[in-house]
T-cell receptor, first 111, second 118 residues
Framework: RKEVEQDPGPFNVPEGATVAFNCTYSNSASQSFFWYRQDCRKEPKLLMSVYSSGNEDGRFTAQLNRASQYISLLIRDSKLSDSATYLCVVTLAGNNRKLIWGLGTSLAVNP | GAGVSQSPSNKVTEKGKDVELRCDPISGHTALYWYRQSLGQGLEFLIYFQGNSAPDKSGLPSDRFSAERTGGSVSTLTIQRTQQEDSAVYLC????????????????FGPGTRLTVT
């Protein structure tokens, strides 16, 4: 089993739709969790950290479920500019400075 | 403030040549990472520097790859005797001081160096 797994997609949704991605991780002692986005041929950029209580930033909501070992990202009212690859990232237990990256979920928001 | 910078942005080299890639992290960030990403693939961890500690080299694919970080700031990734399979985008990231809060681990990336080995 991969340390971090994501559905590669692509997810094709119309503008205004709500879309959700899940990411599962294998190490139950993983401590920190993040969502990054990566535009085509660009570097990854931090979207948001994921806190135990869940957190929201505008149209984006992140949740953590430690019991089931997954994190989720919900995007409401999708915009064309949300089209990107969304990368799930977790810290490696016992070595909190090293992050383990998922392969990403591709999202295309269509007009 | 200034972000992570990398140079060169593009490098084309002949098979067998050595290349050096440079990364300037965000000022004050003590952790520095190198990754590479082949077209359509995920990020592959290469090496990680944290302060004055010995670097974590566990991701380096072969002994042709090495990296240094001088003065706790600028880092250079060197690839000796380049091969065609080394062609990829090499990304550098930095994160802030040590600590246990989640934002200590948030990584900020440079724009990458696109390496093409012909």
């Amino acid at each position: 089993r991969k340390e971090v797994e994501q559905d590669p997609g692509p997810f094709n949704v119309p503008e205004g739709a709500t879309v959700a991605f899940n990411c599962t991780y294998s190490n139950s002692a993983s401590q920190s969790f993040f969502w990054y986005r990566q535009d085509c041929r660009k570097e990854p950029k931090l979207l948001m950290s994921v806190y135990s209580s869940g957190n929201e930033d505008g149209r984006f909501t992140a949740q953590l479920n430690r019991a089931s070992q997954y994190i989720s990202l919900l995007i409401r009212d999708s915009k064309l500019s949300d089209s990107a690859t969304y990368l799930c990232v977790v810290t490696l237990a016992g070595n909190n400075r090293k992050l383990i990256w998922g392969l990403g979920t591709s999202l295309a928001v269509n007009p | 403030g200034a972000g992570v910078s990398q140079s060169p942005s593009n490098k084309v080299t002949e098979k067998g040549k050595d290349v050096e890639l440079r990364c300037d992290p965000i000022s004050g960030h003590t952790a520095l990472y190198w990754y590479r990403q082949s077209l359509g693939q995920g990020l592959e961890f290469l090496i990680y520097f944290q302060g004055n500690s010995a670097p974590d080299k566990s991701g380096l694919p072969s002994d042709r790859f090495s990296a240094e970080r001088t003065g706790g700031s600028v880092s250079t990734l060197t690839i000796q005797r380049t091969q065609q399979e080394d062609s990829a985008v090499y990304l550098c990231a930095s994160s802030r001081r040590a600590g246990n809060s989640a934002n200590s681990y948030e990584q900020y990336f440079g724009p990458g160096t696109r390496l093409t080995v012909t």
